[in-house]
C-alpha cells in the first residue's frame, strides 16, 4: 500500500503528543481550618494550583450560619485545587505550616471554638494522609497535635463581604494579620519552615 508508510509515521507522531500532554486536570476539594479565614484564604491563594478559595462555616449542626450567629461552627476556607498542579498532601504540608496546630483555644489572637484549627477529610485516602502529616508535624514541633481530623460536613460560604478580604481591604487586613500576632508566632513555632509552600508570603 502507498500510503502504509506515511501513515505509520502521522500515527506515531500522534501518539507521541498525546504522550506529552498532561494527565486531564481534576478540580478537587480541601476544607481546612486554621484560625481567621481571611488570613487562610490569603495563604491559600498563593499556592500554585490552588484554582479557588471560599470563606465558611463548617463542623456544626447550625443551618445557615451567619457572621453573627455561628455557634458550633468553626471559621473554614473550601479549596478548589488542580490536582495535576497540586496534590492533597501538599496543601496539607501547606496548612500544618501556616497555623498553629499546638495551640487548642483558637489561633493567635482570636480565641473560642470557632478559631480552633481542623481537617475535614471528604474520602478515607484524605484522612489517612492527613493522620500521616499530622503525626509527621507532631514529631517535627515535639509537642502534641490538638488538630482534629474530621469527616466533612455541610460547608457554609461567608458573606460576600469576607470573601477575598485581604484584597478588598488591603491596608485593614494587613494591620489586622500584624497585630494578631499570626507570622511571629508561626516563626517562633516552626522557624525557617513557617509559611513552608506559600510563594511570596
Given amino acids: 500500500m502507498p500510503f502504509s508508510r506515511p501513515l505509520t509515521a502521522l500515527f506515531a507522531t500522534a501518539s507521541l503528543v498525546l504522550a506529552t500532554l498532561p494527565a486531564h486536570a481534576e478540580t478537587r476539594s480541601a476544607i481546612f ?75 493567635f489572637c482570636d480565641r473560642g471554638d470557632a478559631y480552633e484549627t481542623a481537617i475535614f477529610t471528604g474520602s478515607p485516602e484524605e484522612k489517612k494522609l492527613a493522620e500521616s502529616t499530622k503525626a509527621s508535624a507532631a514529631e517535627a514541633l515535639k509537642q502534641p497535635i490538638v488538630t482534629p481530623i474530621v469527616a466533612a460536613g455541610t460547608f457554609w460560604p461567608a458573606e460576600d463581604y469576607h470573601q477575598d478580604y485581604y484584597t478588598k481591604n488591603s491596608l485593614r487586613y494587613k494591620y489586622y494579620r500584624y497585630a494578631c500576632g499570626r507570622d511571629q508566632r508561626l516563626e517562633e513555632l516552626w522557624g525557617a519552615d513557617a509559611h513552608k509552600g506559600i510563594p511570596s508570603h
Avoid: R
Avoid at 34 to 61: A, I
Avoid at 74 to 98: G, M, N, P, R
Fill in 33 to 107: 481550618a486554621g484560625g481567621c479565614f481571611w488570613c487562610v484564604e490569603s495563604d491559600f491563594d498563593k499556592v500554585p494550583g490552588v484554582l479557588s478559595t471560599t470563606s465558611g462555616y463548617t463542623g456544626g449542626d447550625l443551618q445557615n450560619p451567619t457572621y453573627e450567629n455561628h455557634h458550633g461552627h468553626k471559621e473554614a476556607v473550601q479549596i478548589e485545587y488542580d490536582d495535576t498542579k497540586v496534590d492533597y498532601a501538599t496543601l496539607l504540608d501547606v496548612f500544618w505550616h501556616s497555623v498553629d496546630p499546638t495551640d487548642g483555644g483558637g489561633q
